[in-house]
């Protein structure tokens, strides 16, 4: 069992550390928001760009995988789905298909890259304009989390930014690629 001033010194360790400090400034709920979006969206944007071109059309092979989408697949559904989460923020009709990677031309990986990066700039657009009141009290309509608060939408755009990341990570490690982020980290971690 610990001591006492151990525990206190482990909570005050904690508490002072200034990532779990409160924020001085009064951000407002959309900016929270868009600073975990931003790191989500580097993340995600960082493992595409280390996929070389030859390899976008990789899919994970065996029959575990049979029907999964490919990595170029993968890159166009995050984009797509990005302006759909955002859509349905703004109260705009999304775009269709997004399951399959919607209606964009993008095929190339350069084309992918460029509309991921758009989406994500579209993301942050839309963060920007949407007022704490209309945040949470004024509901997004469409099938991506439609009749939730917009909060809900954004925070699920960016869960979902998230989910594809933990997806595309295994396809870069099959083909002998160490995720740009994990090679930030200490070996300890990989």
Known sequence: MRSAPAVLFLCLAFFANPLFAADETAASVSSSVSAVLNVTAQ????????????????????AGFKGVRTFGEQVKHVA???????????????????????????????????????SFAYGNKVLAAMSDKDALTRTAKGPYWGGSTRLTVAVAAVWHISDHYGQIVPYLRMNGILPPTTQQHPLAVR
Do not use: D, V, W
Not at 43 to 62: K, T
Not at 81 to 107: D, L, M, R, V, Y
């Open 43 to 62: 993340q995600f944007l960082s493992a595409a760009e280390a996929m070389p071109e030859n390899l976008y059309s990789f899919a994970p092979p065996g």
């Open 80 to 118: 797509c789905g990005n302006f759909a989460f955002f859509n349905a923020i703004e109260g705009k009709t999304p775009p269709p298909h997004c399951e399959k990677g919607g209606p964009a031309e993008a095929s190339t990986r350069s084309e992918l890259l460029a509309y991921l990066r758009e």
